[in-house]
């Protein structure tokens, strides 16, 4: 298995879009776990926050998969899956939770599949996105902090004087400000994860690798000793 991308990280992040999601399918090898995540930012916050916990994802044979886009992921489910292979997780952004919901129906997790169902095979939704999640947990003042750290603000406060953005919520601001720029967007996936103090993590990022590590705890467990709940795809 390859290196993650936040060992590539900073300022000398690797392409993302296809190029991230090739790197990643070379790394599968024989992989235990494989994460399916819209792009490539969704990956950077996810082995992040591994790393911030002091997790090694490449060693643990943990692989977080771009998919380049929602509709994908039927594919993927389709093409990695199969009886007795990796377990499967996910993290999407609430405007395609139906995408995933559908995919996950066909590919056999079962029907009209709740949140909390969505959640329980192991696949998250961010409400209402990736960086929606980062800039509520940590709070517009200290998401500021970190630009200012990074050089960034004075370039904000500009964004702020634009007409369409004058006078709206600072939150809706800085969400803008974030996605207005695809490197940007990936830079601070990372900066905004390292700045969450560890009992503020999102919901999704949090529940997404907790399944995912309680999943290989149970998978390593003699027979007679696994969870029967056990997420379906465990190894």
């Not at 990956?43 to 509709?71: M, Y």
Request: charged content about 25%; glycine content about 12%; overall charge neutral.
């Amino acid at each position: 298995m390859g290196e993650s991308s936040v060992e590539r990280g900073g300022a000398g992040l690797p392409a993302g879009g296809p190029q991230a999601t090739a790197r990643a399918l070379a790394g599968l090898g024989d992989a235990r776990a494989i994460v399916l995540v819209e792009g490539f930012s969704d990956q950077i916050a996810l082995e992040t926050l591994a790393a911030c916990r002091g997790r090694d994802l490449v060693r643990e044979r943990v692989v977080v998969v771009p998919i380049g886009g929602a509709q994908a992921v039927t594919r993927f489910l389709t093409r990695l899956g199969g009886d007795g292979g990796p377990t499967f997780a996910g993290l999407c952004d609430a405007g395609e939770e139906p995408v995933f919901r559908r995919a996950l129906e066909r590919t056999g997790a079962g029907s009209s599949l709740t949140r909390a169902e969505l959640e329980r095979l192991g696949f998250y939704v961010c409400v209402v996105d990736l960086e929606d999640e980062l800039i509520r947990a940590l709070g517009p003042a200290a998401v500021e902090q970190v630009l200012e750290a990074e050089g960034d603000l004075a370039a904000f406060r500009t964004f702020q004087k634009q007409p369409a953005w004058r006078g709206r919520p600072v939150d809706a601001q800085l969400r803008r400000f974030m996605g207005s720029a695809d490197r940007r967007k990936l830079r601070y996936a990372r900066l905004l994860v390292e700045a969450l103090d560890p009992d503020r993590v999102p919901h999704p990022l949090e529940g997404v690798l907790g399944h995912v590590w309680a999943a290989l705890r149970n998978a390593d467990l003699p027979v007679s000793r696994r969870g029967a709940g056990a997420a379906p795809g465990s190894s």
